[in-house]
């Protein structure tokens, strides 16, 4: 069973997994499959959600929440994160030139009162500022948050792809607590754990949440000398641990990071999921997830 973390001290609890929704769209299910697949993996304890208004085009929310629709009930066993910020070019906006950012106070404002629309509830428990905006004015950004919090929209505020400077700047105008930083972590891209981004979270004591933690598929079947050498060693692995597939080694490996991501699974199918859940109890050693590193660089450690 997945547990319940803080992904602050003191704060609301999240599950240690969160299911992501990112590619809702394309798993051309229906309402009610929907609604099933939700229920399945909450039994297994994973009642954190992840969305943002653009996900399939700015889809995936408006079909998630045609299955809360079918069962409003659930809402109160899910925790919700979205993000806002990302400007997309489409059809629904056909006025707009280039994909670009807005951390505007009336854009931030806007985006969640359309994102409450589209997932059919009152409240947000998270909302990620996506991307960082140069053009983020950090003073505007708390107006926003401290008007949404205020209206009891959205209860948490964090960021997603911050730098740690990025993330000081929004904190500094912010009376409460960022809850975390949405990033990338996986065995072929973890420049977060070598750029301050994840101590600077273990020195707060704030949890990330990992994203693309499988490399997107490229770990699997990806053919450069680096996946190669990835997939290789982690196979490896996988046998010294007793494993069922290379990609429970992994959630294991980024699961080890001092920080305590949070990684998040982006499969449709329940048996993945319960694949990442049983990954829950496995534990790396230290020169098990430095194999990883090596094979990662092409070169021993310094």
């Given at each position: 069973?997945?547990a319940?973390?803080?992904?602050?001290?003191?704060g609301?609890?999240f599950?240690?997994?969160?299911q992501?929704y990112?590619r809702?769209?394309?798993?051309?299910m229906s309402?009610?499959?929907r609604l099933s697949?939700?229920?399945?993996?909450?039994?297994?304890?994973?009642?954190?959600?992840?969305?943002?208004?653009?996900?399939?085009?700015?889809?995936?929310e408006q079909?998630f929440?045609e299955a809360?629709a079918?069962d409003?009930?659930?809402?109160?066993?899910?925790?919700?994160?979205?993000?806002?910020?990302?400007n997309?070019?489409?059809?629904l906006?056909?006025e707009r030139k280039i994909?670009?950012?807005?951390?505007?106070k009336?854009h931030?404002?806007?985006?969640v009162?359309?994102?409450l629309?589209?997932?059919?509830?009152?409240?947000?428990?998270v909302?990620?500022?996506h991307?960082?905006d140069?053009?983020?004015d950090?003073d505007e950004?708390a107006e926003?948050f401290?008007e949404?919090?205020q209206?009891?929209?959205v209860?948490?505020?964090?960021?997603?792809n911050?730098?740690?400077?990025?993330f000081?700047?929004?904190?500094?105008r912010l009376?409460?607590p960022?809850v975390?930083?949405q990033?990338?972590?996986?065995p072929?891209?973890?420049e977060v754990?070598h750029?301050?981004?994840l101590d600077q979270l273990?020195?707060k004591?704030?949890?990330?949440?990992?994203?693309?933690?499988?490399?997107?598929?490229?770990?699997?079947?990806?053919?450069?000398?680096q996946?190669?050498?990835?997939?290789?060693?982690?196979e490896?692995?996988?046998?010294e641990?007793?494993?069922?597939?290379?990609d429970?080694v992994i959630?294991?490996?980024?699961?080890?990071?001092?920080?305590?991501?949070l990684p998040?699974?982006g499969s449709g199918?329940i048996?993945?999921?319960?694949t990442?859940?049983?990954?829950l109890?496995?534990t790396?050693?230290?020169?098990?997830?430095y194999r990883?590193w090596?094979?990662?660089k092409?070169h021993?450690?310094?």
């Open positions: 069973m997945v319940k973390v803080e992904l602050t001290p003191n609301q609890q599950s240690e997994l969160v992501g990112w809702l769209a394309d798993w051309h309402p009610q499959e697949f939700l229920k399945q993996h909450i039994e297994l304890g994973i009642t954190t959600v992840d969305h943002a208004d653009i996900y399939g085009g700015y889809t995936c079909l929440g809360l079918i409003p009930s659930v809402c109160e066993q899910i925790e919700i994160v979205t993000k806002c910020d990302i997309l070019c489409s059809d906006v056909p994909n670009h950012y807005d951390t505007s009336q931030i404002v806007n985006s009162n359309n994102s629309s589209r997932l059919n509830v009152e409240n947000i428990d909302l990620l500022i991307r960082p140069v053009l983020m950090a950004v926003a401290a949404l919090k209206q009891g929209k209860n948490h505020f964090g960021v997603s911050f730098t740690p400077s990025q000081e700047l929004l904190q500094s009376d409460a960022l975390t930083n990033v990338e972590i996986n072929l891209n973890f754990a750029d301050g981004t273990q020195m004591r704030v949890k990330p949440m990992a994203w693309s933690c499988l490399g997107g598929g490229a770990i699997f079947s990806g053919q450069s000398e996946q190669v050498r990835v997939r290789n060693e982690l490896a692995i996988r046998e641990v007793g494993a069922e597939s290379i429970q959630y294991a490996w980024v699961r080890r990071l001092p920080s305590n991501p998040i699974i199918k048996e993945r999921v319960q990442a859940v049983d990954a109890n496995i790396l050693t230290r020169e098990q997830w990883v090596v094979a990662s092409g021993g450690v310094p």
